[in-house]
């Protein structure tokens, strides 16, 4: 199988992010990366959310941002886009977030 290709997101990206928290499952579990958090955080060093790909789709997302007390730890949550839940595309997600090179000064990661 191969590993799943993280992009950043632009406002596009976002808009298809947030369509997909009209899923309850999703909405309950976790915020959408919704206007004012894109106005807050995009650009903020450190802060990264990004679309997870397979082959030309989108599959998933991820965000997350640097612990303020804790250099080496990285806070982050993610989906698998609503209709691919229970398929694998999670654990995918993750395993593509933790090789990113940037991530790599982190050492701890906090979900």
Request: negative net charge.
């Amino acid at each position: 199988m191969e590993p799943l290709r993280l992009t950043p997101v632009d406002e596009a990206g976002r808009r298809l992010i947030e369509s997909w928290f009209e899923d309850p499952e999703l909405a309950r579990r976790l915020s959408p990366p919704d206007a004012a958090w894109w106005l807050l955080q995009h650009g903020t060093p450190g802060v990264e959310l990004w679309l997870a790909w397979e082959g030309g789709e989108a599959v998933g997302y991820v965000q997350g941002e640097p612990d303020e007390h804790d250099p080496a730890a990285f806070h982050f949550a993610f989906a698998a886009r609503p209709d691919l839940r229970g398929q694998g595309y999670g654990r995918r997600i993750v395993r593509a977030m933790l090789e990113h090179p940037n991530l790599a000064p982190y050492r701890r990661f906090v979900a």
